[in-house]
């Protein structure tokens, strides 16, 4: 008789936290499976295809059998001269295209696994809560240790830095941060930064700004971390396609900033992966050279979701602020639910999917967040069935 043979988990992965957006996965399956209509606005991907001109630059380079080798880890030279050239025209920022740009296979790529570079077990990284999971999942297959930094309302959603001890800020190694941010959709001032820096060179702490969002703006452009002075001195930027262009599936993005962090992340990308295919580089050099008219009608588009999202929540007597930046809006539950049974109820009585707060932290518990990456129509109608329901 054969023999089950069972294999147990690696503890750093037995300590995953319960991963709820698995449990909302089942109850979305369940409820397709009953027939129900679901508008899902849990989704934080564009649904909106990426520009014809990028995928014809794709098609070009795949034909080319230059590219079908093995590329470089670091990215070619075209593509972080591209990167280089499109900080200067955007954020004014002058990088050196050798030393201080990275290319990524999509930004959570290298969010993942910086700390595996800087953090030994035991140190600790500063993680925003509520914030993108990978923050504290890379820091735990790291051995680090998280320390949350919660985002409050009452404090713009920006977290107040000068409330963490000082025993936790010696043993910080690296600090992640997210403007504009997922998944309240805040932005962050320039004095903001600046204070961090502040921080980050008295403890030498790294800091590591997740920038993906920039350029999903309603408002004021948002800032680059490195249009700050002395941001090179302390941290890096990552940035994605990803957002910007419609291109979630391409996986491709890149990190800036101080050379020697950058250096850092690419000894362990050097060891593990072999980069990004060279033709999704070069279609990715048509994109960041792509004319701003094809970006300002995608965010027209968002602007008029948000619109009709916020006003329609409102209208419900919702407690929110108007995004000014993101494709989420980020709401507080009625006071009779926390996140999880308000997802529940909104998706039993009225098919509409939204995520819980809690799943991006504890401090995102009485909150859910909406994403409106999905056409008007279903937002006219996710507020209209919701209004049957509030
Ligand atoms: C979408 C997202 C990313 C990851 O994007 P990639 O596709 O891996 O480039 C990183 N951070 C945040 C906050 C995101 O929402």
Redesign the pocket.
Known sequence: MKKKVFFDLASRVNHLSPYLFAAIDKMKQKSLEKGVDLIDLSI?DPDMPTPSHIVNAMKKAVENSANHRYPSYEGMLSYREAVAKWYKKRFNVKLDPHTEVLSLI????G?GHIPLAFVNPGQTVLVPSPG?PVYSVGTLFAGGKSYSMPLRKENNFLPDLNKIPKNVLHNAKLIFL?YPN?PTSATAPREFFTEAIRIALKYKIIICH?A?YTEIYYDKKPLSFMQIPEAKDVGIEFH?L??TYNM?GWRI?FAVGNKNVLAGLGKIKTNLDSGVFQAIQEAAVTALGTDDSILSHIRGKYLERRDILYNGLKKLGMNLIKPKATFYAWVMVPSRFDSMKFVTYMLDKAGVLATPGNGFGEAGEGYVRFAFTAPKESLYEAVDRLKRIL
């Open positions: 934080g999509g930004s959570k790529e969010i993108y997210n997922n997740d993906s994605s990803s957002k979630t993005g």
